[in-house]
């Protein structure tokens, strides 16, 4: 079994994704816990619902900054519960290396385009505002830049002659609720976590 814990800042679909590929026994994982930087976030919400630990992330002391120290307590609350794959699924803020050292190759993120195409914010708006034919969502491994790790999973789709950043970033998401759960399964496998 795979102890996954989901760093999010917003709506929480993929983590929702996460939740409906462990019930359905397509990952063999357990969500130990959901923490957002915003309190308030409608991911702490969805995991509550769930009856899944969840945790808020406090950085008033940190002046709102996701700081070292702020990421060094995060990592000691993460490995306190043991957890295999750190999974973010739209969190907004950037990983440093006290995160990055305590689960080296074990932070996960799933992104809204064909990457290395399209790296940071509204990335659906991005291809289609460049001309792109193609677009998609990736899963990669999180290192000290942004949307800049190695690969783990693609899933590419053809932009639609009408298509809106609405209509494309909907039916991006579509894709990324499939690939995000298998990508972490095929991963852990990988690394063979699963037991
Ligand atoms: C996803 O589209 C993901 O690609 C990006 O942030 C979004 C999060 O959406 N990194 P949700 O909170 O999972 O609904």
């Known amino acids: 079994m795979i102890s996954l814990a989901i760093l ?9 994704a996460i939740i409906d590929a462990i019930a359905a026994k397509s990952l063999a994982a357990d ?5 957002s930087d915003h309190a308030d ?3 702490l919400k969805r995991a ?17 900054r996701f700081s070292e120290a702020a990421q060094e307590d995060l990592a000691n609350h993460l490995q306190s519960l043991a957890i295999d794959l750190v999974c973010l ?5 950037i990983i440093r290396p006290p995160l990055l050292n305590a689960f080296p190759e074990r932070i996960l993120n799933i992104h809204p385009s064909l990457l290395p195409a399209f790296p940071g ?4 708006k991005q291809a289609l505002e460049a001309g792109a034919q193609q677009s998609g969502c990736t899963v990669h491994l999180v ?6 790790g190695p690969i783990l999973a693609q899933t590419a789709i053809d932009i639609l002659p009408d298509e809106t950043p609405a209509s494309l970033h909907r039916r991006i998401q ?4 499939r690939l995000y759960p298998q990508a972490i399964q095929d991963y852990a496998l990988s690394l063979g976590l699963e037991g």
């Open 31 to 35: 969500i130990k816990l959901v923490a």
């Open 174 to 177: 579509e894709r990324e609720h």
């Open 89 to 93: 699924a739209g969190f907004m803020r």
């Open 121 to 124: 914010k509204e990335a659906w």
């Open 143 to 148: 290192d000290d830049g942004i949307d800049t």
């Open 41 to 43: 976030a409608p991911i």
């Open 48 to 64: 509550k619902q769930h009856h899944i630990a969840t945790h808020w992330i406090d950085l008033n002391d940190h002046k709102g």
């Open 8 to 16: 999010g800042s917003g709506r929480g679909s993929n983590m929702q």
